[in-house]
């Protein structure tokens, strides 16, 4: 083993005989070593050959090898052992990259990593295996159930391996004022959403108006005014997936909250730090309209009334439904006419009044428009305790009676 060398000093040798110099004799470079092994062998065959040619090359004199030999079983139980060593680290760079990775926990740790927690997912969702409580004497954690039906279900970790990604690169965050209003409208009490700025003096303030499910008021109760509870129902279920899927609060039912309590919760997870949005209802417009329908003579009169009020209801399909109308959206005569003479018994269809509520609004029956802007929505929901959210007349001529 090569020692350090021992440093000499000698005097004499400078200017004058005081001055030394510090002398070191260095040994020689140390040769190359030679690196004819192939860096790229990963398997049994490859370990084997290299072996046995290294073998043949340092025995020239040595023309005949059997796999009895000594020399060759050693070479082939070192090959075994060298591509189990490979698989082994195959496998464990493989784990290092989500693309790749194998065990459902690297999968379901990545995904984590990058910001899909795939595991508390399923638990508010109550997706499996946590869709039915553990069975007896089952003491595993619920990450190890999880990883456990995954390895059953490979298929499922695949689509969630490439869903992950997709669901991080997409843009959730009510960054923009278009994100805002779009965000808003991803939710399930919310049918229209338009967002603006507004600057308020000191800082500029986003401006989000609504048009909620059923046309609530912000502040009603949610289940206020409804017609079925079944309806009612779904549109909870609804709204508890979506809370539970982005980890949202969610006022208790029991509470009957209100429209505004439960969007509260999202606007303050989704928005700009710092940002301060305030939410509002949209303006609607009633309107008032006159009809007069010529009726074919081989339908009833009755028949066509319920489908007439069908086609400009607010249920769904309706023209008036809910969110269908955009914010400052005009109203045209010409989209009544397409969806009254698509009726089955309609010959004819004549709009004798049509224009906004309110004595001081003219009659647009002549022009067929009327104007609407901002925020204002056309509402014409023709009930008789609700006069102020429009109304419309009906009369039909021709048909048979009953």
Request: charged share 25%.
């Amino acid at each position: 083993m090569a020692q350090d060398p021992t440093p000499v000093v000698q005097y004499g040798l400078g200017c004058c005989p005081d001055c030394g110099q510090r002398q070191v004799d260095l040994p020689d470079l140390l040769p190359a070593l030679g690196d004819d092994f192939d860096w790229d062998q990963r398997d049994y065959d490859g370990f084997r050959l290299f072996m046995l040619q290294e073998l043949a090359a340092r025995y020239p004199e040595r023309s005949r090898w059997t796999p009895a030999d000594v020399e060759v079983a050693l070479v082939e139980v070192l090959a075994c052992a060298l591509d189990q060593l490979s698989d082994a680290m195959d496998r464990a760079a493989a784990e290092g990259w989500l693309e790749t990775a194998r065990q459902p926990a690297s999968v379901r740790r990545w995904l984590s990593l990058i910001g899909d927690d795939v595991l508390g997912r399923a638990q508010r969702l109550g997706l499996p295996p946590f869709d039915a409580p553990p069975a007896a004497g089952d003491t595993r954690s619920d990450a190890q159930r999880f990883d456990a039906w995954w390895l059953d279900h490979p298929e499922k970790m695949d689509q969630a391996r490439l869903d992950g990604p997709r669901a991080v690169h997409d843009q959730h965050r009510m960054v923009t004022v278009d994100d805002y209003a779009a965000r808003l409208e991803d939710h399930p009490l919310v049918l229209r959403a338009h967002a603006w700025e507004r600057w308020d003096g000191s800082w500029t303030t986003v401006h989000v108006a609504v048009v909620p499910w059923a046309l609530l008021d912000l502040d009603e109760p949610i289940d206020k005014g409804v017609a079925t509870d079944a309806l009612n129902d779904a549109v909870w279920a609804e709204t508890v997936a979506f809370h539970a899927e982005l980890g949202l609060a969610l006022p208790a039912r029991a509470l009957r909250p209100s429209v505004r309590s439960v969007l509260y919760p999202y606007l303050e997870d989704w928005r700009m730090v710092g940002q301060e949005v305030v939410l509002e209802r949209a303006v609607e417009v009633g309107i008032v309209l006159g009809l007069a329908i010529q009726v074919d003579p081989d339908y009833f009169q009755s028949e066509l009334r319920r489908a007439v009020e069908r086609a400009l209801g607010t249920g769904p399909g309706g023209f008036f439904a809910p969110g269908r109308l955009r914010f400052g959206e005009d109203l045209w005569a010409s989209d009544l006419y397409q969806a009254l003479m698509a009726l089955d018994g309609v010959q004819n269809v004549c709009i004798n009044r049509f224009k906004r509520l309110g004595d001081r609004y003219p009659d647009e029956s002549a022009s067929g428009r009327i104007a609407l802007e901002g925020l204002e929505i056309a509402v014409c929901d023709n009930l008789p305790n609700r006069p102020q959210r429009g109304f419309y007349t009906l009369r039909l001529n021709g048909g048979r009676k009953g």
